[in-house]
């Protein structure tokens, strides 16, 4: 029996299938157009191997072995475009590379048509093999290098990516893996080689089988993870023939195995009768015993079909990954992607604990809808009384699901909820503490909630409420973290002003009294003009900390900024014997705001002088970084001095402004808004800024910025993040 004739076809078979699934689904979509470019590569591939493990004459084999080949050409530049549309690359960097990878593989295809790419077949154990032309050696070197490259594209995708799409890529990237190697033993005969290096096994092809496996890994991924843009809900029915489906891919293994342990007892007919034998008992076992799929745990069974008719997978994950959400915002969309995509809720409402008022206010909903003016929700109205009187884990609000007499307490919640339309109300409990409802809509199948969809919307709503009091929790913390910052800041700036001022104010006074000396004065006015200007040098100080500053962004030499602030603090260094070195390379080219910069370096230099015993050194290095992004680059400035650094303690309040463990107020040391001001100017590059520092060994601080700026870098980020503010979603 010919297995790999039968795997081929079923690769075939499998890969058609998937493929018209995905163009099924929505056709106008780049990434299901280019998937179809793919696909068509890989059924052209299978097809070829196919026709050519049948017994045919050299000519029809080496017309077939074009056909194989010309799937072979497309298939590495479509897996790559696709790979880049999935990882959502920069749209018009992916364009111009595109276009100049899809004119090299047509180069190739027409010249397979003139004989250049293959120019034969031989005939092997296997089946017929192509004999490689000239262009086919080079179009190896290309193929070597855009595997290689979607692969690496992809591990560093998905280190970086959200959870959500980080499963998705990694699936991806498992199916491609597979594919790649498998696909290139296949590459062997073609270059020559018939036994494995430094064995004497024969070749064996094992791409089909890889093409196989790799259609069951992205059709598992478009139906768990929504991979290609593909949303599945299975119906019963659905449900049914995966698992059927999930049987005759095991047989069909199972099988292929038999087969290469007794290859002489088998034949073609009877593997398909065995193939046919299995479907037929498994259609006859769930008809007649429906639980013969049921029995036992069915945990495989939810990872197989990805719940999309239970949901179990989906809001198992979503649980799990909650705490991962520092953000409301990101949480919501992910719940919406649950309730409206999967599990079709045609609305659902969250409520939440306004901790300004202590009233329940709307938070976010679907579809979206102004707040409702009726329901007057207080802590002690119906709905939450009945929640906390009878720690009910939800209230139905539709009769038909109730099977006990309706009690008051409950006709007044459900009428009080009654202008949301709610099918059901879930608390969110936090200890003895009611903090919100989440109220869920009617499906939009029309059918209704099961005790099992039920016991899934408890287990969410009571780990969703979990989440959301903590990221309250974190708010208020932040909160108080800002007031206590004031404070401080308050008491800073009236000790350092009064400090300033009352020089001033003494000699007002003595003129007004006509008691002043011209010695006096001499003594008295100097002090008065420095101590005005320290005052109006403070102030913008002050104003630049608080503003969201502007930048003015150029291209610019990095380098020659930091040149130029050596030279400033120059004066500086030599009043204090302290020599200021720089190393680094020429011409490096970052965008910028070359007047902030300058202050920035300046700033860290003149830190760094004043923290340097006589007769030591303090460096400023600037060194590239490994690149990591395609669009921009990445350089590191280092000022490092050795002094007597800084202690555990002080370091983690250094960045807070109007901390300072100098003397404040003689106009030349500052006030303890200097490094605050330093990593103002980093972040409103997209930079960071850090200190690393070790008592009696010196300091380093450092400074990582882009070469070009990101959009929206413009305006300086927010002081805090997003709130839950009680606002209509």
Known sequence: MDVIRITALTATLFNIGLTVLVLSRDFRSTLHRVYLAWGISVTLWNLGVVQLSQNITPDEAFAWAKVLQLGVIFMPVTLFHLCLVIAQSP???????????????????????????????????????????????????????????????????????????????????????????????????????????????????????????????????????????????????????????????????????ATFVAPDRFTTFSFGADMVVLLVSALVASVFFPQFFGKGSDKLERQILGDRFEYHAQVQNLIQMMRSFPD????????????????????????????????????????????????????????????????????????????????LMQREARLQLTPFEPEFCFPFFVGNDLIGLMLLGSKASGELFTPHDLRLLTELSSGLGLVLNQIRLRQQLQVVHEQDLLGRMSRGLAHDLNNLLTPV?????????????????????????????????????????????????????LDEMVREAVALVQPLAESKSVRVSFAGPSEVVIEMDAVLIKRLVCNLLSNAIDASPAGSEVEARLTPLPKTEPNRDWHRLQIIDHGEGISAENLQRVFTPYFTTKNTGDGKRGFGLGLAIARKIVHLHGGNLSISSKEKKGTTMQVDLPSRLNQGQAASPPSAGPRLNMVPA
């Open 505 to 557: 104010q003494t000699l007002l006074q003595l003129c007004r009294e006509s008691r002043l000396n011209q010695e006096t004065i001499d003594q008295l006015l100097p002090m008065g003009l420095r101590n005005l200007e320290t005052v109006r040098s403070y102030v913008n100080e002050a104003l630049f900390f608080s503003r969201s500053a502007k930048l003015h962004g150029q291209m610019g030499f």
């Open 328 to 407: 409301p915002q990101f949480l919501m969309q992910e719940l919406q992607d649950l309730l409206a995509g999967t599990m079709k809720m045609r609305s659902y409402q969250i409520i939440l604990l306004d901790d300004t008022t202590r009233n329940f206010k709307l938070f976010h909903c679907h579809p979206q809808r102004v707040e409702p003016e009726s329901p007057d929700l207080q802590v002690d109205s119906p709905v939450f009384s009945y929640f906390q009187e009878t720690r009910a884990k939800c209230l139905s609000c539709n009769l038909i699901y109730e099977t006990d007499q309706e009690t």
């Open 91 to 257: 749209v018009h960097w992916r364009k111009w590379v595109m276009r100049v990878l899809y004119l090299i593989h047509i180069g190739f295809a027409v010249s397979l048509f003139f004989n250049k790419f293959i120019v034969g077949v031989r005939l092997l154990n296997v089946g017929y093999w192509s004999k490689p032309g000239p262009a086919f050696t080079l179009f190896s070197y290309f193929y070597v290098f855009i595997t290689a490259g979607l692969v690496m594209l992809l591990y560093r995708k998905q280190k970086t990516a959200p959870p959500t799409q980080r499963t998705r890529l990694r699936a991806l990237l498992l199916a491609i893996v597979g594919l790649w190697v498998f696909g290139t033993n296949d590459l062997m005969p073609i270059l020559g080689h018939d036994m494995y290096p430094f064995t004497h096994i024969k070749f064996y092809p094992l791409g089909s089988m890889a093409a196989v496996f790799y259609v069951v890994i992205i059709g598992y991924s478009v139906l768990q993870h929504r991979l290609l843009d593909i949303h599945l809900t299975l119906s019963r029915f659905a449900a049914q023939m995966v698992r059927l489906l999930f049987m005759m891919l095991v047989g069909f293994l199972l099988l292929l195995l």
